[in-house]
């Protein structure tokens, strides 16, 4: 047991996927894995085990925000050994050309994490995604045909913003596209000794302000939650 999660040592695989609705991780684990066990239901943040392929896998909600998804991933891999942790989620893109349902593969994110600042003194340490993770989530995308596109993204805490400019100097520096997540994932793998990736797919454009139908958004997830069960 942990503070947020309810689990017994050992419920817990060694990979933990991590969308942001507790909901999607319910649908994930009735709807693509067997034999499995709902392990959390504390604050509704729900967490399952099962098997993909005969392969153990779980699946976490973190809630949105670095401040829930630095208690999840803080939690798993300290009190219960997870080794992996894979976001599965959205984001917005920053660029013109990126259309809804991209899966990106999170190299590095940039942001905002007052975390990261805080742990790091006010200088920036670069949050990166593990290599290993990354390379085969490349492969088996390439393997089952999903287009991917790999580079930097921006995680920031605050959703809401007045500045019509606020992403002209991200964007000057080719970050694809905003989510809420991934940098403070990436900084605690790293200090915590586990792999981290975040495999992205684009539910709204920021700049054009097109955005995705229900639809759209199933099958786009799709995609994202078989390339990471694949690399679980
Ligand atoms: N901003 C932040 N996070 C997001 C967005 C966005 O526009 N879309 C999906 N996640």
Request: include cysteine; hydrophobic fraction near 40%; charge should be negative.
């Given at each position: 047991?942990?503070?947020?999660?309810?689990?017994?040592?050992?419920?817990?695989a060694?990979?933990v996927?991590?969308?942001?609705?507790?909901?999607?991780?319910?649908?994930?684990?009735e709807?693509?894995?067997?034999?499995?066990?709902?392990?959390?239901?504390?604050?509704?943040?729900?967490g399952?085990?099962?098997?993909?392929?005969?392969?153990?896998?779980?699946?976490?909600?973190?809630g949105?925000?670095?401040?829930?998804?630095?208690?999840?991933?803080?939690?798993?891999?300290?009190t219960f050994?997870?080794?992996?942790?894979?976001?599965?989620?959205?984001?917005?893109?920053?660029h013109?050309?990126?259309?809804?349902?991209?899966v990106?593969?999170a190299?590095?994110?940039?942001?905002?994490?007052?975390?990261?600042?805080?742990?790091?003194?006010?200088?920036?340490?670069?949050?990166i995604?593990?290599?290993?993770?990354?390379?085969?989530?490349?492969?088996?995308?390439?393997?089952?045909n999903?287009?991917?596109?790999?580079g930097?993204?921006?995680s920031?805490n605050?959703?809401?913003d007045?500045?019509?400019?606020?992403?002209?100097?991200?964007?000057?520096?080719?970050?694809?596209?905003?989510?809420?997540?991934?940098?403070?994932?990436?900084?605690l793998?790293?200090r915590?000794?586990?792999?981290?990736?975040?495999?992205?797919?684009?539910?709204?454009?920021?700049?054009?302000?097109?955005?995705?139908?229900?639809?759209?958004?199933?099958?786009?997830?799709?995609d994202?939650?078989?390339?990471?069960?694949?690399?679980?």
């Open positions: 047991m942990s503070f947020h999660i309810g689990a017994k040592k050992g419920e817990i060694d990979t996927l991590l969308p942001g609705d507790p909901l999607r991780a319910k649908h994930v684990a709807t693509m894995l067997e034999d499995v066990i709902c392990y959390n239901k504390v604050r509704g943040m729900l399952y085990t099962g098997t993909y392929n005969g392969k153990r896998v779980s699946i976490q909600g973190s949105m925000g670095m401040g829930s998804i630095a208690i999840y991933v803080n939690e798993l891999i300290t050994d997870v080794k992996n942790v894979i976001r599965v989620g959205t984001c917005g893109a920053v013109d050309s990126l259309k809804i349902g991209q990106i593969l190299m590095g994110a940039s942001g905002d994490s007052g975390a990261n600042r805080h742990y790091f003194e006010g200088l920036d340490f670069a949050a995604a593990n290599f290993d993770l990354l390379m085969e989530a490349h492969n088996v995308a390439e393997k089952m999903i287009n991917t596109i790999k930097n993204i921006f920031t605050t959703f809401y007045d500045n019509p400019n606020r992403w002209d100097k991200w964007i000057k520096h080719n970050i694809l596209a905003v989510e809420m997540e991934s940098q403070i994932l990436y900084t793998a790293a915590l000794n586990a792999r981290g990736l975040s495999i992205l797919t684009v539910s709204d454009n920021i700049i054009t302000g097109e955005a995705s139908s229900s639809e759209d958004r199933e099958k786009s997830y799709v994202m939650m078989k390339i990471a069960l694949e690399v679980a």
